[in-house]
């Protein structure tokens, strides 16, 4: 009997150019945000929010919706935090029963209290644990099965290791982010270990961390020669993000290739293609950015959520586009202060749409010294998680 063939990652929007993910944020990544983003250009991929594992845990119905109630016509893979290999092979059994392009395993949440359970990050100081979780996962999913890392937990000694293990285990696709959990989000990237993962294992890598705008989501692949992009946050500030990097790509004028094999690189390459006719590159307003916050409110309002709870909610959203709205950060400063949706939506108007505002230009990097932070006035129903109510940019 011939082995089965090995699975074939879903085609991306553009062949033969780099991938596009939206990464997994917790508490972020459900339906509504999945829609919204789609409506203003979808990645080539979406991964859900972590599924929790433990002896007594049910795939999350309000996850789950995100899975089969998708219709943004794109792959959606679903991930997994955990670390018992019964119980893991188990949720993992339990998706695969629904539409999914794959199973996902967070080996990168910087929450402490998610690494204090050695899960997600903490899972990243023990080597023999993961590939113990590698070989069990691997075995339970026949289809695609996927990893998502940072390069370390407190420093990058086991990082060679690691990647071995998702060469033996044989993982379809690696997503890194180029920091230890230690650093959470606070450094610098190391692009250079995504640079060290590219060349080392034999799936493709996505190459994930502070990539602010599609200019430097290209400069990324350049430097790293990933097979394409995640982007968490920066996709909360800028739902254009996907489309603006499918633009820059194909203003490339050149396909993405793979890094050479090691018997290739002695080969001279082929001399590269003549550039595309220019391709512009989408650029928002001030009204369109206006118009991405009344969506967003409208998706994520619910019977059962309280005004007062909304509006907070949306200032968690809110505190990563206040970023590229104003370089002094007024909006920011006004849009916290918002009690009610009357109040918060006249605050949108005074500054994205009065007095010329909407025909400004919203900037594609976050300005300079305007800050993201945690929106203290939301309670943090996700302790154990990687909320963004514990991330700043």
Request: glycine residues 6%; aromatic residues 6%.
């Amino acid at each position: 009997m011939l082995p089965a063939p090995a699975p074939v990652l879903p085609p991306g929007q553009q062949p033969g150019r780099p991938l596009t993910a939206l990464a997994p944020m917790q508490d972020v990544t459900d339906l509504a945000f999945m829609r919204v983003i789609a409506h203003y250009g979808a990645p080539d991929y979406f991964f859900t929010e972590f599924f929790r594992v433990h002896a007594t845990s049910q795939p999350e119905k309000h996850i789950l919706r995100s899975i089969d109630e998708n219709t943004t016509g794109r792959p959606v893979f679903a991930q997994l935090i955990g670390e018992d290999l019964g119980h893991l092979a188990r949720t993992a059994a339990a998706l695969l029963s629904h539409n999914v392009a794959g199973i996902d395993l967070n080996l990168g949440c910087p929450a402490p209290k998610v690494y204090k359970k050695n899960v997600g990050g903490g899972l990243l100081r023990d080597p023999e644990r993961v590939g113990e979780i590698l070989a069990t996962l691997r075995a339970a999913v026949p289809g695609l099965f996927t990893v998502k890392m940072r390069i370390g937990f407190d420093d990058t000694a086991h990082f060679d290791r690691l990647l071995e293990l998702v060469n033996t285990h044989h993982v379809d696709l690696l997503s890194v982010h180029g920091r230890t959990v230690k650093e959470m989000y606070r450094s610098e990237v190391h692009y250079d270990f995504i640079a060290r993962a590219v060349a080392h294992v034999r799936c493709p890598v996505l190459a994930n961390g502070n990539l602010t705008s599609a200019a430097r989501a290209a400069a990324v692949l350049t430097e790293t020669r990933a097979a394409g992009v995640m982007i968490g946050r920066h996709a909360i500030r800028n739902p254009w993000i996907f489309r603006q990097c499918r633009e820059q790509f194909a203003a490339a004028g050149r396909e993405h290739r793979p890094p050479p094999s090691p018997r290739e690189a002695d080969i001279q390459p082929a001399p590269t293609p003549p550039s595309a006719p220019l391709i512009s590159i989408f650029r928002p307003t001030l009204a369109d950015v206006r118009d991405y916050i009344q969506r967003l409110y409208r998706a994520t309002q619910t019977p059962e959520l309280p005004e007062r709870a909304h509006v907070n909610k949306m200032k968690k959203y809110l505190n990563f586009v206040g970023q590229s709205v104003d370089p002094a950060g007024a909006f920011l400063h006004e849009m916290r202060r918002a009690e009610s949706e009357a109040e918060l939506f006249a605050i949108c108007d005074r500054h994205l749409l009065a007095n010329g505002a909407a025909e400004r230009e919203f900037s594609p990097e976050p300005y300079p010294g305007v800050i993201a932070r945690p929106n203290c006035e939301t309670p943090n129903v996700l302790a154990d998680g990687c909320s963004l109510e514990t991330v700043t940019a």
